[in-house]
């Protein structure tokens, strides 16, 4: 199948409306400040590019012995091949995802999806690498890094062929794929993040001992951050939870109190480790909330958007 094929999630407004932002590192990621400084003897890795400095785990190989005799320092030699900027995109397939309220234009998964599709265009157009994980407990799809402009359609018939159909257990999910991603880069978590905020935050950080840039897309229906129910509900279990009839007026007050404290929980945990938190609503642009976040973070070293 075509790109074409795939415009529900690649709408040609969405790209005009995201004409000429870019997705930054933040911090030196392979080399380079990624996406800035592209080399025009990219693809040669002979050709030396430039030092970064030593991290556990690097190949010991390319030390460079006589800068640290000047500087009594561990710097490596950087290749040009590597000074581009890798995406790992992180898309959750859990269940809970396929949440949609009776009023919101699409699900969370589509509108995680329409984001993913939209991130992976912008990055290959700054032709930077993108890789895609789909999971749920397990990771269920793979694709690795390239910046190969065709590379979209593969990774935009993946994202079709997810299913939101189990639970999630992203705290070691996030610890596999932290091993898993080899060069340093931009890992963009795109989930609703209904997990243990202190399993998860456990793996979330060990993307950032491997000194990745991570963000957290977190991507909501309005209902589940207004929670507008009136009369008597039966609520849908997802993830093997039960279904339950309530009267929602005598819960609204606890559940957005629950709501506010969860995510309280995460902003502090991306704050403390240096990620960004980024809230998504389902019934918010595509465009208008990736064009705010890009914008602002080429402006600010770190943030988490309120």
Known sequence: MAVDDYQ??????????????????????????????????????????????YAPGDDLRYLDWKVFGRTDKYYLK?????????????????????????????????????????????????????????????VRALVRPSGNPSHLEQLLYVMDQATAERKTASGAIFHELAERFTRRGVVVVLSDLFDNVETMMAGLKHFRHRRHDVILLHVLDPAEVEFPFRRTTLFRGLESMPNVLV?????????????????????????????DYVPMRTDQSVAAALSSYLATRKQQPHSTQS
């Open 247 to 275: 009267e929602p007026r005598a819960l609204r007050k606890a559940y957005l109190r629950e709501m506010d404290r969860f995510t309280h929980e995460l902003r502090k945990g991306c704050r403390m480790h240096q990620m």
């Open 8 to 53: 529900k999630y690649l709408d040609p407004k969405i790209l005009a409306q995201l004409e000429g932002l870019q997705l930054r590192a933040r911090r030196i990621v392979e080399g380079y400040v990624s996406g800035l400084h592209r080399s025009p003897f990219h693809g040669f890795s002979i050709e030396f590019a430039e030092h970064r400095e």
């Open 78 to 138: 950087q290749f040009e091949e590597e000074t581009n900027l890798v995406c790992y995109l992180l898309l959750d397939t859990s269940q809970s995802m396929d949440y949609r309220s009776a009023d919101a234009p699409m699900s969370k998964l589509d509108y995680a999806r329409c984001l993913a599709a939209a991130l992976s265009y912008l990055v290959l157009q700054q032709q930077d690498s993108v890789s895609l994980a789909t999971f749920d407990n397990q």
